[in-house]
């Protein structure tokens, strides 16, 4: 007689549907975790882009931070390294000697820098624990469930494939949902990995650059 996944899952014992629902519990929140990923990288890598048109617009500087503050969101990626280091640029030009400037400055950025990495890589070592860890789980579920198929075998009169069939197909479904729960945090965490590799590589180029920038500023102003 053929079962249904979900007949198969309510013969199961205690421990596969534990390890089941393990599983289901996983997929369901490394999808949830692969959605925000996905739309925090994709509006760090809009604004960027919009932030950098804007940067190297000749709108000025002091224009440039007035505007980044009025805005209703919050500032991240290249804006808020932005707002960093020309805040203290000001804060400091005209009391101190260039080099402590330019040292300031840029110790404050790669403050900056290291935060904004941090929020692109949030959460990401948890979908490569599900990635890694989910199959074992399965595997887990699958050998404990095959282990009492064989059990049972032990008070039969008669060992057939249709009686040992439906507790193995229970078990095997332990891996399948392993699988699934994998495969997608696998594919997922690389591709955030590397867009987030990306991203921190654009935003310390970004920071090099205005560091450049308000090292000819100072220069002029001071000279």
Excluded: C
């Amino acid at each position: 007689m053929e079962l249904s996944v979900i007949e198969l899952f309510l013969n199961a014992s205690l421990v596969v549907k534990a390890v089941i629902l393990i599983l289901i519990l996983a997929s369901i929140s490394s999808w949830m975790l692969i959605f925000e990923r996905w739309l925090y990288i994709n509006r760090v890598t809009q604004e960027f882009h919009d932030f950098e048109e804007q940067f190297w617009s000749d709108s000025g500087l002091e224009s440039l931070l007035i505007a980044s503050q009025e805005d209703d969101h919050k500032s991240i990626g290249a804006e808020y390294i932005f707002q960093v280091g020309y805040l203290d640029y000001k804060r400091l030009s005209k009391e101190v000697d260039a080099d402590t400037v330019m040292m300031s400055v840029q110790r404050n950025m790669r403050a900056a820098l290291n935060r904004e990495q941090s929020l692109l890589e949030k959460n990401l070592p948890y979908l490569a624990t599900i990635a890694s860890v989910s199959p074992y789980i399965g595997l887990f579920g699958t050998v404990w469930g095959i282990m009492n198929s064989f059990r049972g075998l032990a008070g039969a009169t008669q060992a057939t494939l249709s009686a040992v069939a439906p507790g193995i197909s229970e078990a095997l479904i332990a891996t399948a949902i392993g699988l699934f729960a994998a495969i997608p945090a696998l594919i997922a965490y690389n591709k955030f990995i590397s867009e987030s590799d990306s991203l921190s590589a654009n935003f310390d180029g970004f920071k090099e650059e205005f560091s450049a920038v308000l090292e000819r500023d100072l220069k002029s102003n001071q000279s």
